[in-house]
């Protein structure tokens, strides 16, 4: 069936890129590669209990996004009738990572389409039209999510990774976890100062990862509307350590 | 088979928004940068649209994406074509029961795994990855597809790097892409 649309075979054509021939010592900043103004988007480790709280965020006020629901409420309790199957997608296995956690794996819910489906749409239904023109996505499953509710909303998708991963000018933010430390990086240039962003993962638990991305979108200047996630574990009092930053959840408990 | 042969308008646009850092990972090694695309929403909707109209319709029932990159681009794919996302990890990430396939790196080996029971027999499948280079890690992504007895009709990578040959390492099975680094 894809034969009509298989291209005529071709020898090497070799097209110019123009970027590769500009080769300077180091890569252009990330800024110049952005358009000009921004236009009209369960870490495993951590399903233990609260951890020391760092400050999350500088930031004051409440959701702005109240109109369509109140701040801090989970969609769940508007009984959107699309809520009952994304969450009976949603496996859950036991001792994984390690013994005595229950682990939330959203990847059944991206092999239902309606399901999958049904998650994009009930973010794009809240976040589009808002003015919001950066989707922050956590590594990795933050990278399912987000792209899509970036597309559908014009914003453009800003993956913030492990350590190393993001080749030219970084910044970091160590956070901490039960034990030990880790660390998320975002490209320099990426963001503009007043920018409205969003940080999307597929689950919060303790809030540490969250925190960290709400505070490198912050040190640049970005204002970050709301963070988004499929599932929250209530009972590890994330919502809590993101303190006055909205959080938006489509599944809770 | 490149989209840039044919001239599609939106190329261009794609090929300048990929920012090439020299030396890394390692010295000697040009690295191409996507994250510069995601950057430009047009550049980004058009490279998932450029995907979509051609795969759109055709019975595929799978996308796989390579972690991480294939993350980025696989999904939107998958829910313009009504086709399930299946990730296909580094080890000991996905949990439950999986299927693990090794492959040769330059130096050693790495292993790729998918879950036991995402893809059935007889599916149609795609495998999304950002680029392909040596083709390595593809193939074992092919394998694993095809151990559980799905069909892979396409690889579509946003990049190819045709210097290394990977297209040859495909064992047959066409591969699609926007544009070519040399």
């Not at chain 1, 009738?81 to 939330?104: E, H, M, N, T, V």
């Not at chain 2, 892979?152 to 070519?180: F, H, M, Q, T």
Request: proline content about 7%; overall charge neutral.
């Amino acid at each position: 069936m894809l034969q009509s649309l298989l291209l005529r075979a071709s020898n090497s054509i070799s097209l110019p890129l123009p970027n590769r021939h500009q080769l300077s010592p180091s890569p252009k900043p990330l800024s110049a590669w952005i358009d000009a103004a921004p236009s009209a988007g369960q870490s495993p480790s951590n399903y233990r209990s609260a951890l020391p709280s760092l400050r999350c965020t500088a930031a004051g006020g409440g959701s702005e996004l109240q109109p369509l629901q109140n701040q801090g409420m989970a969609a769940q309790d508007e009984k959107d009738p699309r809520i009952a199957r994304i969450s009976s997608s949603i496996r859950i296995i036991p001792d994984f990572p390690k013994k005595g956690i229950l682990f939330q794996d959203i990847t059944t819910l991206l092999l239902d389409t309606k399901a999958f489906k049904d998650t994009i749409d009930l973010f794009v239904d809240r976040y589009k039209g808002k003015n919001i023109s950066v989707v922050a996505g956590i590594e990795a499953r933050g990278f399912i999510f987000g792209p899509p509710i970036a597309l559908a909303i014009g914003a453009k998708f800003v993956p913030l990774r492990k350590p190393k991963k993001l080749p030219g000018e970084v910044i970091s933010e160590e956070y901490s976890l039960e034990y030990g430390k880790d660390v998320i990086e975002m490209h320099v240039g990426a963001v503009q100062a007043g920018e409205r962003a969003l940080v999307i993962d597929d689950l919060i638990a303790t809030g540490g990862t969250l925190c960290a991305a709400i505070r490198l979108l912050e040190r640049v200047g970005v204002h970050v509307v709301e963070c988004a996630c499929v599932i929250e574990l209530p009972e590890l009092k994330g919502r809590e350590r993101l303190e006055d930053k909205p959080l938006f959840v489509l599944i809770s408990g | 088979m490149s989209a840039f042969r044919d001239q599609d308008p939106r190329i261009h646009g794609i090929q300048t928004k990929i920012r090439v850092v020299p030396d890394f990972p390692r010295e000697g090694i040009m690295f191409q940068d996507i994250t510069t695309l995601l950057l430009d929403p047009k550049a980004f909707k058009d490279t998932i649209d450029l995907f979509v109209e051609r795969y759109k319709g055709k019975n595929i029932s799978v996308v796989a994406g390579i972690e991480a990159r294939g993350f980025i681009f696989g999904p939107p794919i998958a829910l313009a074509i009504g086709a399930k996302f299946v990730p296909l990890r580094k080890p000991k990430k996905l949990p439950g029961e999986v299927i693990k396939e090794e492959y040769v790196l330059e130096y050693g080996s790495d292993c790729l795994e998918m879950h036991v029971g995402a893809v059935s027999a007889g599916e149609r499948a795609l495998v999304v990855d950002d680029l392909i280079a040596t083709g390595g890690t593809l193939r074992a992504a092919m394998n694993l597809l095809e151990r559980a007895g799905a069909e892979v009709v396409e690889c579509a990578c946003v990049i190819e790097l045709p210097d290394l040959k990977g297209r040859e390492r495909l064992n047959g099975k066409p591969l699609y892409v926007l544009v070519e680094s040399h």
